[in-house]
């Protein structure tokens, strides 16, 4: 855990002491209430409360430590690491063996993948499909791919 270093301004508001020690506001606030951090000065004509550099350095310190303001020992959680994103498979597009097959079954009506394609190839030409006329292929692969959509 690495508490943030406090910057060299005279005074921080409470929103930005909290994110110097790695606390959601309204976490912070309730240490405030449980007298875990000091309280808030208010200075001068505007009540907007602030911490001075030596309430910055304090709660700095109690962060570090884990030992209050009321000297009870306080486990803070360990901050939320971001995960890294996750990046998506690039999609290859499929390229075929039997695009023009593709091409001819799309010509007849069917709406097909490439996947569904080879695998009615495999089924209806068990053997491979050298040697045997294209318009045989297309007509068996239509009906084995039409028998299959009822």
Known sequence: MNVQEPTKKAALSVVEVASLCLLSPSRFHALVRQGVFPKAVKAGQGRRPHYSHE?????????????????????????????PDRKRA????????????????????????????????????????????ESEITRKVFLFLKGNRR
């Open 55 to 83: 309430l910055v350095q304090r709660c700095i310190e109690i962060r570090s430590t884990g030992i209050g303001e009321n000297g009870q020992i306080t486990l803070f959680n360990r901050p939320a690491k971001k995960k």
């Open 90 to 133: 690039a999609i290859t597009p499929v390229t075929s063996e039997h695009d023009g097959l593709i091409e001819a079954l799309q010509g007849l009506g069917l709406s097909v993948t490439a996947e569904a394609v080879a695998l009615a190839v495999r089924n209806v030409f068990p053997d491979g499909i050298s040697g045997v006329e």
